[in-house]
């Protein structure tokens, strides 16, 4: 048990006075004390009987009553008491203990009788001695505070504004002082108030600057340990192939613009000239939002703007990054060349080659004289730049409802060089991706002017891609986070 403890137990202590000289008659044992913790308890029962009788007898101007009972120069005091009943019988391993918290007792009764007792000085040199003994029993008190709790009590045992020392010394010695000596204690309690002040300050630096240190010590580093080995990620393939992707279409001139995942219908279908009962729909039959006031009447042609509005149609979960193509015609006038990476989604039943949410990156380009020609180089050059090039490309004849001409870009397998193999059906070539010529009617839907204007467009599947390039013959495996899997694209 600390000092620290006694103390603080000290203050929380309140105990009723006639109660002292009960528990002083008895042996510390039969209190219970039986370890430093009890005995520290017991030591601050008395303590605080002396301060609460201290307090009484002084309000009541019986001073001398009490120094009758504390006091060590008066033979049968109490302190004499706790040292016969307390300390001498305790057993062996608590007697030291127990001594020290007895000499602590008596400095701290000493002290305080001291400073409650008439000042026997009569001459400017007597007072000088009577405030060294309180410099001395000060400094002594504070050389054993080690913590901020022990600094805490004894900032209020002195400086106390009810019973603290300066406070006793003012109210016992100055204020009753001859004139002739009243300049002689003021300047010395002056002197001491300063001295306490800065030292209790100068210690609680100290004891701050020691918790801190000890803190950094605590929280240090040590950088000789063993490290914790902690697995590297890896980028995912899909996220791979995204870079890829753009890596190519940036070095030519393209930028890349992201769009909204929840879209209109006007922008998803009919923008792109697929009116509401063009079959087109059908495949791309899609996950509607239910917005409020939407019915059936509705749903007509609209652009959208006014979402949750009266009249506004439904948003839909857009099923293809296409959208993109006319919110951008809409905001910028030629040259257009953007690519538009994202999700999509559509109602298809999971399997190899399909998900429920999958990735498209768009592709544009318009312009005054953009051709075919330009079309079919562009496509070329990416196959090559990312299947490599040994990898040839045709274009077959297909359908969307907003390009025209419409192909499907195909590419020589990339598992058996074209001569045939299961992947591409014996037939040598794999489809890759759909594009075309952007047909003139969307261009009325951005305010082009088709006459002038001319250009091309692509969708590219991100998970099929990713599958032709690194030879994954599940589309699901992506989705799974099955780090197995995932590592071997570290
Ligand atoms: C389209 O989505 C058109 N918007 C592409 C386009 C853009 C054409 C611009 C012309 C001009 P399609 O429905 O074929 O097209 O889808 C494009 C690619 O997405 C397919 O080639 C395929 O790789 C991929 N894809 C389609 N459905 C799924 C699915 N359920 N899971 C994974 N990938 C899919």
């Not at 400073?115 to 054993?144: C, H, M, W, Y």
């Not at 002197?191 to 950094?216: F, G, M, P, S």
């Not at 390009?403 to 020589?412: I, M, N």
């Not at 759909?434 to 006459?451: L, W």
């Amino acid at each position: 048990m600390t000092q620290f403890s006694r103390r603080s137990l000290r203050t929380a202590l309140e105990l009723p006075m006639d109660t002292i000289d009960d528990l002083i008659a008895r042996p510390l044992v039969d209190l219970g004390a039986t370890d430093t913790v009890g005995v520290s308890v017991s030591f601050a029962q008395a303590e605080a009987a002396f301060v609460a009788e201290l307090g009484r007898a002084s309000k009541e101007g019986r001073w001398e009553d009490i120094s009758d009972r504390w006091s060590p120069l008066r033979g049968h005091c109490i302190l004499d008491r706790i040292d016969r009943n307390w300390v001498q019988s305790a057993p062996a391993p608590l007697n030291q203990f127990a001594q020290v918290e007895l000499q602590r007792l008596r400095a701290f009764v000493n002290i305080r009788l001291f400073a409650s007792a008439p000042l026997q000085a009569e001459t400017a040199d007597l007072v000088e001695g009577a405030f060294k003994n309180l410099r001395i029993a000060f400094d002594k008190e504070i050389a054993g505070c080690t913590d901020a709790i022990d600094l805490g009590v004894s900032t209020t045992a002195w400086l106390g504004r009810t019973s603290g020392i300066i406070k006793l010394v003012t109210d016992n010695w100055l204020k009753p002082a001859k004139p002739e000596l009243k300049r002689a204690i003021g300047q010395a309690l002056n002197a001491l108030k300063a001295h306490v002040e800065a030292v209790l300050e100068e210690r609680r630096a100290a004891i701050q600057a020691t918790a801190d240190q000890a803190a950094l010590a605590r929280e240090r580093e040590d950088l000789s340990l063993a490290g914790v080995v902690r697995p590297l990620g890896s980028r995912h393939p899909l996220r791979q192939t995204f870079e890829e992707i753009e890596r190519i279409f940036l070095s030519l001139g393209y930028s890349v613009v992201a769009g909204p995942e929840m879209e209109t219908p006007y922008y998803n279908f009919e923008a792109l000239n697929i009116p509401e009962h063009h079959p087109a729909r059908d495949n791309m039959d899609t996950f509607y939002m239910a917005a409020p006031f939407a019915n059936d009447a509705q749903r007509k042609p609209s652009r959208g703007g006014a979402q949750g509005k009266p009249g506004a149609p439904p948003l839909l979960l857009r099923t293809h990054t296409s959208p993109m193509q006319v919110r951008t015609m809409e905001k910028q006038q030629p040259p257009v060349r953007i690519i538009v990476p994202g999700k999509v989604y559509r109602r298809d039943n999971p399997d190899a080659t399909h998900g429920f949410m999958f990735h498209q990156i768009e592709g544009l380009a318009v312009d005054t004289d953009i051709t075919f020609c330009d079309f079919k180089g562009t496509v070329e050059y990416f196959v090559r730049e990312f299947l490599g090039p040994k990898v040839k490309t045709r274009l077959r004849p297909s359908y969307f409802p907003f390009t025209e001409p419409s192909v499907e870009v195909d590419a020589t397998c990339v598992f058996c060089g074209g001569k045939g193999c299961n992947v591409c059906k014996q037939s040598g070539w794999i489809e890759l991706f759909g594009a075309g010529m952007v047909d003139p009617a969307v261009y009325g839907f951005v305010n082009y002017d088709p006459k002038k204007y001319s250009g091309f467009a692509f969708g590219l599947g991100v998970e099929r891609l990713t599958q032709l390039k690194y030879n994954i013959n599940d589309l699901q495996l992506y989705f799974q986070n099955d780090v197995r899997f995932l590592r071997q694209f570290a």
